[in-house]
Structure formats: C-alpha cells, structure tokens
C-alpha cells in the first residue's frame, strides 16, 4: 500500500454540517487493535512506526472501527512529527510523505468498508498530538513543557499543513493537556481550509497542566476554525462535567472521547484496574451536548460498536 495508490473521494457533506445533523460515532484507540492484532508499540514513534513499516495495519485498523459503526477515523498521525521521524533517520520529505499516508490509509479503509456494505457517510480526522507526544516520557499528560505558545505554534504549524495537503476532512487537535498549547493549535490552524477540534486531557474539571476547563474551553470559543471542543484520553467519570463546561463557555458541539478508566502503570508498562466505560454513560454525554462520541486508549471495536447501537436507539 503506497501514497500513489487511487484516493477515494472524501464525503460530500462538510464535516461541520454533519455536526449540526446529529450525534457522530468516533472510533476507538488506534494503539487499541494495532496491539490487538499482533502488533509491538514499543517504540518512541508508537503507532506512527507502522506508518512506514505495517501501513496496510493501520488500514486495517480504520476498517475494523467502521464495520463496527465509527462515523469518524483519527489517523496513526498522532506521534507523527517530523522532529519524532528524524530521530529515526527519516528525512523531511519522507516524514511529510508519511504525514499524508496517515490520512490516505483511513480514506483506504472507508472505501474498503462502502464495499463491505457499509452505506453511512465516513469522515477522516487527521489526528494532531500535543508536543509531549514527540517527547514520549508521558509528559502529554503533564503540559508545562517550558515553551512559550509562540515556540509551540511553530512546532505545530508544519506537520498540520503536511497534512492539510492530504484534504483531511476535520483535525484532531487532541490529548492537549496544557490550555497554553491549545491556544497555540487554535493558532496553528489558521488559514489551513481544514476545521478543527480541540479537545484537552484533563483531571477533573483542570487541564493535566491545572488550568480550568472554563479558560481553556474559552479560548477556542470565538474561532471559526474550531468547530467542537472537548476531552480524550480521560477517566469516563470526568467526562460529564466537561462536557457541561464545554458547551457553557463555547457554545459549540462537544466531542468525547475517553479511556477505558483502567490506569496506566509506567513502571510496569502495564494498564491495571478494570474498565468504568459503559455504553450507557454516552446518552448523558450527548443530552449534555455531546456531538462526537467514541474512545480512546483501550476503548476496541466492541466497545463503538456498542455505543454506536446504543445512540441509534
């Protein structure tokens, strides 16, 4: 599976319009059913390493969360840098190759899943980590990485506009854990012609970096680019209250997204506890506001394909 192959046509109806229309179905954690299948996510580049190495994987991913009935795919982009490629000895030009390949791949998969059946409009999300993503030492989920939003911005700005060259039908500005970065991907994302959500990690009702979700959701309020705000890769007890805040300050369609509520051992490199996500939990969400709802780490098919059932019902 290469970048020449033939590029399916995205959906003809604009993201943003879909919003109004109704509540979308996300996927689930892409690292989620790479490891399910076999697949080692040791490395620093997570799942963006099979981007070079497995692609037709990661195709086979997006395909397993549309049979199960995501609306949306997130691309592999998320550890996706070119800093991160680099590092790995991959030049410029290869990284921007393979930034766009994340976004093909789920168009892949959404038109091997029209010719498995499946009718229903898909979207594709280019998926946009925060920059403690490229560090991976978990500082993702700290924030405060001692750049300015200037310094931060810049960072960004590159791998977006690779992938806003792929025609990504929404980014996911995702796992922010710092309200300092999100105001710099609301930045960032300027003049892009791709719209956006943001959505934060958080701890309770504070970013990871502490700040309140009002002055963080309060930053995108007023930017015609962001056109959903909200949480991932959080505990599912906090979702509800975020939610309310979200749609409070911003006005806008929510997205959530959270884990499986087990924690994650980085000692043991291993998730412990056991799973507080209910598919029921998702009608209380969309009732708040909730118009984007699916799963993060550890949330598989299984689990979209039980919320998807639950909100056609």
Not at 9 to 26: C, K, M, Q, R
Not at 67 to 78: F, L, P
Not at 171 to 185: H, M, R, S, W
Not at 276 to 282: A, S, Y
């Amino acid at each position: 599976m290469t970048s020449e192959s033939p590029q399916p046509p995205a959906s003809p109806v604009p993201f943003a319009e879909a919003l109004t229309a109704g509540t979308l179905v996300l996927d689930g954690g892409m690292s989620n059913q790479l490891q399910a299948a076999g697949h080692d996510l040791s490395d620093e580049l997570w799942s963006a390493r099979l981007l070079a190495e497995r692609p037709e994987a990661v195709a086979e991913a997006h395909l397993a969360y549309a049979e199960a009935g995501a609306d949306v795919a997130i691309t592999a982009s998320y550890q996706a840098t070119f800093e991160g490629f680099a590092r790995r000895g991959i030049g410029r030009a290869e990284a921007a190759r393979l930034l766009a390949l994340s976004v093909e791949l789920a168009r892949q998969a959404s038109a091997q899943a029209r010719e498995k059946g499946v009718t229903r409009p898909l979207w594709v999300a280019a998926s946009v980590g925060p920059y403690g993503a490229m560090l991976a030492d978990g500082a993702e989920y700290r924030g405060r990485y001692g750049l300015t939003p200037a310094e931060l911005e810049r960072f960004h700005r590159p791998r977006m506009e690779a992938l806003a060259a792929a025609r990504p039908d929404v980014f996911a500005l995702e796992t922010v854990p710092d309200a300092d970065e999100g105001a710099a991907l609301v930045r960032a994302v300027r003049g892009l012609g791709v719209p956006a959500w943001l959505s934060y990690t958080i701890d309770g009702e504070r970013t990871r970096a502490g700040q309140p979700l009002e002055e963080a959701f309060a930053l995108a309020a007023d930017a015609d680019e962001v056109v959903a705000v909200g949480v991932n890769c959080c505990a599912p007890q906090d979702v509800s209250a975020a939610v309310r805040i979200a749609a409070r300050v911003t006005g806008k369609p929510v997205v959530v997204y959270p884990n499986s509520g087990e924690t994650w051992d980085a000692g043991a490199r291993a998730w412990q506890g056991r799973s507080t996500f209910t598919p029921e939990q998702v009608l209380a969400w969309r009732d708040a506001g909730a118009r984007l709802i699916g799963g993060c780490c550890r949330v598989g098919p299984e689990a979209i394909s039980s919320i998807a059932r639950t909100l056609a019902a």
